[in-house]
């Protein structure tokens, strides 16, 4: 056991989280790449023939990063024979134009485009495919864009000609279609499956919990048992946990039993002080995130609430063990979510529920390879069926965006962290402008 860490202090650090697909390894980095990133001790992780690197999260790159950098993508190019760059922010970008050899063998297939509006000076950025926007870059002329703050037209935030010259000279690559699979970026939005049986309910949310959150449709004919499975959201707003908090009360009288499986912290507060009539909501599993202090590394992992009940309501989390190093992770925690923790009264989840859980979300969400498999469990629901399509691209992405929704404030995330062809207003970073 061990005290949480504090989600803040990782901020402007550098973060890695990992996870593996088959024979694609997914790194994510976020935040400052300066000389504490050991480049070949990462490097030596890469145990797949293909490496996907997730780029939006960067913010600044320092020289001595620079160099770490490069050790880091020749050590990867022994290891993996392709190495793909995704969502690359302009920071990477900037250095891919101006440092040799910076990219490596690898290939930049996306990009976020900065702009900048001079009128009210609001930062965005624009996500584009290098092979959906290749006429964009070759001719290097951005698109025009209007501020979505205050409606004047924004300029692009850098040297066209400059930023696109790399791009240029390495030409589009498309995600073949296994890539596409594992990684695509899911559109924008809440994504839901839902599954009948018998006189069970489950329902998989995933993506953003915004507020566009459908409460009303979810909760039209809901009945029975419900299990609520939340492992593959990505992100949640204060709107979203708000219209979250009015789904629970209101399906709460009219349904037997509501079971929830893979709660972010974010997602505990009304369970701490629920007042509401009818089923109490009982959490069988949390998701948090677990740091590697000696591989820098972040993981996603599934706690089970009901077994690590009495520790984790004494503030006390369950530490694990880093399947890199064997060296013992911590969970990272906002202290004001592990104080929810201990106000939440001990779960009733019988294990024949659990079974049924593992049945239909599958032993582990990697194992799930799209989302057709949930749209065929059991008697699927037509709304489900839809929307168990979009899960597929959510399946394999959802982690990775949870990476950075767990340690940036969300102002400074946006968009970043997929949402194809979305901006990402990064304005009003505070500390993280440092990287500009
Ligand atoms: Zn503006
Ligand atoms: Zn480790």
Known sequence: MAPPLSGDSLVQKLTVEKQVRRDVTLLTLSGTIDCDFDGK????????????????????ITSFGIREWIDFMTAAARRAEDILLLDCSPKIIQQA??????????RIVSFYAPYRCATCGTDSRVHMHLRRDWDVVIRRVPPDRVCVNCGQNETFDDDPDTYFAYMCSQGPVALDSELAIHFKRPPRGLRVAKTVQGRSTYLRLGGVLDAFFPCDKLIDGLEGMVLVDLDLLQRVDE?????????????APTVEAVYLFGVPPELTEELACWDSPGARPQLATMALTYLCPRCAIVTRRTIDFVRHYDE???GMLPTKQCSDCWGTV????PD????????????????????FFRTLAGNEPSSLPAGAHLATRGNACSTGRAMALLAAALLAVALLALFGYHYLPSSNLGG?????????????????????
């Open 41 to 60: 001790k990462l490097a030596a992780v890469i145990r797949t023939s293909r490496l996907a690197i997730h780029l939006a999260g960067v913010r600044l």
């Open 97 to 106: 134009n101006m440092v040799a050899n910076f990219v490596g063998s690898g």
């Open 239 to 251: 709107a979203g946990a708000a219209a979250w908090r009015r789904f629970l009360s209101t399906i």
């Open 312 to 314: 984790l309501t004494r």
């Open 330 to 333: 911590y969970p990272t925690i």
């Open 336 to 355: 004001e979510f592990v104080a929810h923790l201990a106000s939440i009264p001990r779960p009733d989840v019988p294990p024949r529920v659990s079974k």
């Open 416 to 436: 970043s962290l997929g949402q194809a062809g979305a901006s990402d207003t990064s304005a009003r970073q505070g500390g993280q402008q440092a990287g500009k």
